[in-house]
């Protein structure tokens, strides 16, 4: 069975960081690509910040609220990623939830898993 366990959310001023922590695990297929996502009430799920498996630590993309703040990142011999965020807004508040791309290398078929989410929440 296929588990996404986050962790690192927390309470923080505004101005301050928090690292969050996705492992990854119970599944025999590959990891294509690692990344979180954010739900504020109310809001829609919106991209924070994906990376892709391969060489030199994979391709990454931001979403445009973030870009230059949070920084993803990924070990790809434990199946892990983190997001370090730096310089919280409280726009950030949120609740942000780990996804992982699997694909079956055999058959091309592919899986989506998400994590059952952590709470960021910045205060002002």
């Known amino acids: 069975q296929v588990q996404l366990v986050e962790s690192g959310g927390g309470l923080v001023q505004a101005g301050g960081s928090l690292r969050l922590s996705c492992a990854a695990s119970?599944?025999?297929?590959?990891?294509?690509?690692m990344g979180w996502y954010r739900q504020a009430p109310g809001k829609q799920r919106e991209l924070v910040a994906v990376?892709?498996?391969?060489?030199?630590?994979?391709?990454?993309n931001y979403g445009d609220s973030v870009k230059g703040r949070f920084t993803i990142s990924r070990d790809n011999a434990k199946n892990t990623m983190f997001l370090q965020m730096n310089s919280l807004k409280p726009e950030d508040t949120a609740v942000y939830y780990c996804?992982?791309?699997?694909?079956?290398?055999?058959?091309?078929?592919?899986?989506?898993?998400w994590g059952q989410g952590t709470q960021v929440t910045v205060s002002s």
């Open positions: 996804h992982a791309l699997f694909r079956d290398d055999d058959w091309g078929n592919t899986y989506n898993y």
């Open positions: 990376i892709t498996s391969g060489g030199s630590g994979g391709r990454t």
């Open positions: 119970g599944s025999s297929f590959s990891i294509r690509a």
